[in-house]
Structures are given as structure tokens and as C-alpha cells.
């Protein structure tokens, strides 16, 4: 244990480098405030900038350096990434969806500018973020992460997500659920950096399936995070999910077989980068990270 | 003005002609129903396949052809069109937005499925063009579109639009509103079919301005068929632009400058077609419907 909170250690470091860089190119790559439309710009700026562990660009560009990668179109794509995130949390949080007024500890998008520009500040950063992914000039990323967004991916997890509400669920239900809705996207980003940085299929292939386990790993952790820590702790509502009854893992297998499931999906994606060939150093504390932290 | 009809008659067997192959191809592209998320995929297609005159295919598939363009990806492009322009109807129709009951004489996905279906199904639509556009391996064709729809472009005019209802209006702003939420779409439509075809930068500049103009053109018709029509007519409620407060050209310059102006902008796209090199005929005549059509 104090060998994985030592590498979590490490990966916090990275997150923290990386995430600063990321944030300077995110200021680059969204459109100004000065210009027409004034408030929806606002507004996206608002989300993009009310905090966030920045892991997706994080994980884009240690998947990158992993494979030597070299040049400038990862930060579009990191930027991308960071942006297709925080469409998804601003359409999650609307009154006709999660119905949530906090997030980070700050009001969310539509409590803060209204419902209707909270759906255009998605909108726009979605397909903001598309325009983004073409100026890396590869039509193949544009691909990987629009099929990890759509309704074989983020998207159908939060329509499965929703009509589960209420209801009792299988624990396939919710593997279905986490992972559309929150690893499909968290594997596409390792994906898109290791592309980038000119990786074979076969070089990939390993990649893909950290991504799988961690994205997996990092929901089921959200899961008893949201049962074990504050509201003050998490920024949003403690004990939300239990509220309005979400398909988590805690309430299907219980909170002792959902750390165990942490700690299984941690182990499954330290064997896929000992698969790999590319220098995986970062990937692995990054794991680390993921089944550790408490925030 | 028999001409103009004469003319417009030939748009008319045009867009019933290639309507019916895009429509073929949306089918073969959009999810099917018997796959999950089900009802997601039932919504989309509702909103898909409830009518419209299919005119976005209908001009990327004529610039497509004015080039001679050959082969399969314009299709993949067609079926991507007319995804964004439904994306974009199913979000304005939301209750926080224009808060539309009907649509083509049909319930609007909302009122059918849910709030929350309905804006999953715009994103999910929205997302599933872009990896359509992906799939043409032209990076450039995504950068065209994600710049005609978002802040820049769709999105912006949405914005504006919402934030000048019941408001006075300049003439500035009006032309703003329409052309970002109207032509930049149609215009990229007819771009995005040039460079399919492989026309050079040189070449595309006129579809360009033709696209612009009647763009423009299909807006200010739009205004008026409004005010001159019934609801039966329209399939939505007639005179609710004016009932809402919306920004248009009749509510600004008044209904007979607003139809000098549609047919100056006619003149101003046959203008940009005689500096073409391309076989224009098809686009001569579709902008003669858009300027004299009834629905």
C-alpha cells in the first residue's frame, strides 16, 4: 500500500505539470470573451475553468510521451478532450438530467447562466472540440473519439444511466453504464496520444485495455467516494447518487466488493502495460492515482 | 417569374431525387433501433425521419456533382448534414429555448420522448455526423463543418437569437442571427461537397458566396412564409415568430422590403455562380426554389 501511495505521489506531480500546461493551451484554444457571442463564450470559459483534475489531457499526453511522441497537435487534442469532459458534466448537470446545483464546489452551468446557454456552452464546446481534433490533421482521432462519445459510448452511457434511475439493476447493467459512460472516453484519450505519436494497431492494442480497466477503476472509485467523504471533500453533493437512485456499484455488490473490484480493475491494468513496448512509467502511477485518491 | 417557377420546378425533381438516396443512406447510417441504448436510438430516428425537404445533402451532393465529384464519401457527408441540421432543431425545440410543441406537423422530440432523451438524441446526433465526416478521411471537410456550427457559426446564431427576443432589433443584428444560425450551415454544405469532388480553394470561393447568398435567402423566406401561412401549411404554428418576439426581417424592415431583399439576394448567388467554372445548373435552379417556395 505505501508503494502504491508512493506512485500515486508521482502521478499527482505529473497531473499537476501537465494540467498546467494544458490549462495555458485550453486559454488558447477557447474562443474569447471580448468577442460576439460575449456570454456564451462566458459561459464555456466559466465551465472550462472552474477547476477539474485535468486527468484526460493528462492521460493523452503521458499515452504520447509513452511512444516518444513528438510536435505540437497533442495539445489540441488535449484541450479537446478536456472540453468534450466538461460538455458532458454541463449537459449532465441540466435540471431535465442530474438536476445538480453544485459542481467543484461552485454553481453549475445552467444555475449560473440559465438553461438555455448552459445547453448552447455544451453544444459549443463539443463541436468546438471536433474543430479542435481536425487541426491535428488526423481524420482516424476525429473517428476514435466520436465513437467513444456516442451512443456506443458516453452518450449511451448516460441514456442507460438515466433509465436506471430508481430502478433495481444488474451489476451488467452497471458495467454497461461505467463503462460508456465514463471509460470509453478516459481509454479514447491514451488512444488519441498514442496515435499521435505514430503507434502501430499492435503497440496500441495494450493501451487501449489500461484505459478500459483504469476508466473503470476511476468510476467505481466515484462511486464510494460519493458514500464516504463529505460534500465539502467532493465539491458536489455527498451521498447524491444513493439520493436519487443511480446504478452504482456499492449499491449493487456492496462497498467492500466495490473496493475489491478497484483494486482487481488496478491490477488488470498494470498487466496490460507490462504487454506494451512503450515506456509505461507514467501510466502505471497514474493507476496508482486512481484507486487512491480521495478527492 | 415563370422562369424563376420554371426553374424552381427543376429544383424541386432534383431535391425529391437525391432526397431519396440520402435518405436510403441516413437508414444505413444511423444506429438501429434493435441495438442499445434502444429508445435513444428510436428518438433519433424519430427526429430523423419526420419529414424535411432533405436540402443540405441535396447541395452538398450538387457542388459534389458540379465538380464531378465520384465516389461514395459524399454520402457519408449527406447523411452527416442532415444529422447536424436535425441536432440543431431538436435543441432549439427544447422547453428552455423556443419551447416548440410541433415540427413538421409531428410532436418535437421532447414532447414525444422527455427532455432529457431529447437532448441526448442532439448530442448523440451531433456526435455521430462528426464520425460520419471522419469517416470521409478528409480532416479538412470536419474543420469546415465545426467551424460553420459552433460559436463562429450555428451556435453563435442561436445564442443571439435567444438573447434578442422581445427586444428591439437592428438590421445588424438580424443578419447576424440568420446568417450563423442559417446559412453557414448550407454554405458549408455546398463547401464540404466542392472538396469532395477535389475543387481547389480558387474554385470553391464562388459555391462559397452562392452559398452565403442563398443561405441568407432561405432565412428571410422563412420570415415571411411565417407570417403568410398557415400553420397547416407550415406543419408548425404559424406566426410565432412574431408571438415570441424573434428577430426577423419582416419585424425589422417590413414585409415587402423583406422580399426585394430575398430576391436580391437570388441575384447576389446567380452573380457568384457566373464567376464558377463548375456545371451550375442545378444550384442555378435551387436557389430559384428557395426564393419561391410556399412550405
Known amino acids: 500500500m505505501s508503494d502504491l501511495l508512493h506512485e500515486a505521489g508521482l502521478a499527482r506531480d505529473y497531473l499537476k505539470r501537465v494540467g498546467e500546461i494544458a490549462e495555458l493551451r485550453l486559454n488558447e484554444h477557447l474562443p474569447p470573451e471580448t468577442v460576439a457571442p460575449h456570454r456564451l463564450h462566458e459561459a464555456m470559459r466559466y465551465s472550462m475553468f472552474a477547476g477539474g483534475k485535468r486527468l484526460r489531457p493528462a492521460l493523452t499526453f503521458?499515452?504520447?510521451?509513452?511512444?516518444q511522441g513528438k510536435g505540437d497537435a497533442i495539445w489540441l487534442a488535449s484541450s479537446a478532450l478536456e472540453m468534450l469532459h466538461t460538455f458532458s458534466l454541463i449537459h449532465d448537470d441540466l435540471p431535465c438530467m442530474d438536476d445538480?446545483?453544485?459542481?467543484?464546489?461552485?454553481?453549475?452551468?445552467?444555475?449560473?447562466?440559465?438553461?438555455?446557454?448552459?445547453?448552447?456552452?455544451?453544444?459549443?464546446?463539443?463541436?468546438?472540440?471536433?474543430?479542435?481534433?481536425?487541426?491535428?490533421?488526423?481524420?482516424?482521432?476525429?473517428?476514435?473519439?466520436?465513437?467513444?462519445?456516442?451512443t456506443y459510448g458516453m452518450i449511451g452511457?448516460?441514456?442507460?444511466?438515466?433509465?436506471?434511475?430508481?430502478?433495481?439493476?444488474?451489476?451488467?447493467?452497471?458495467?454497461?453504464?461505467?463503462?460508456?459512460?465514463?471509460?470509453?472516453?478516459?481509454?479514447?484519450?491514451?488512444?488519441?496520444?498514442?496515435?499521435?505519436?505514430?503507434?502501430?494497431?499492435?503497440?496500441?492494442?495494450?493501451?487501449?485495455?489500461?484505459?478500459?480497466?483504469?476508466?473503470?477503476?476511476?468510476?467505481?472509485?466515484?462511486?464510494?467516494?460519493?458514500?464516504?467523504?463529505?460534500?465539502?471533500?467532493?465539491?458536489?453533493?455527498?451521498?447524491?447518487?444513493?439520493?436519487?437512485?443511480?446504478?452504482t456499484y456499492p449499491s449493487v455488490i456492496g462497498i467492500e466488493a466495490s473496493k475489491k473490484k478497484a483494486v482487481e480493475l488496478y491490477n488488470t491494468s498494470i498487466a496490460a502495460l507490462e504487454r506494451s513496448t512503450a515506456d509505461t512509467k507514467v501510466m502505471r502511477s497514474i493507476a496508482a492515482f486512481i484507486v487512491t485518491r480521495v478527492y
Open 100 to 150: 445538480d446545483d453544485f459542481r467543484r464546489g461552485m454553481p453549475t452551468a445552467h444555475k449560473k447562466y440559465g438553461e438555455a446557454t448552459a445547453v448552447l456552452s455544451g453544444d459549443a464546446l463539443c463541436i468546438h472540440a471536433f474543430g479542435l481534433l481536425a487541426r491535428t490533421g488526423s481524420a482516424q482521432v476525429v473517428g476514435e473519439i466520436a465513437h467513444s462519445l456516442g
Open 62 to 67: 503521458a499515452a504520447f510521451e509513452a511512444f
Open 157 to 247: 452511457g448516460q441514456m442507460i444511466d438515466i433509465e436506471s434511475e430508481g430502478k433495481p439493476v444488474s451489476l451488467e447493467t452497471v458495467d454497461y453504464i461505467h463503462y460508456h459512460k465514463t471509460a470509453a472516453l478516459i481509454e479514447a484519450s491514451l488512444v488519441v496520444g498514442a496515435i499521435l505519436a505514430g503507434a502501430t494497431p499492435e503497440e496500441i492494442q495494450p493501451i487501449r485495455e489500461y484505459g478500459h480497466a483504469i476508466g473503470l477503476a476511476f468510476q467505481v472509485v466515484d462511486d464510494i467516494l460519493d458514500i464516504e467523504q463529505t460534500t465539502e471533500q467532493l465539491g458536489k453533493d455527498a451521498g447524491s447518487d444513493l439520493e436519487k437512485g443511480k446504478a
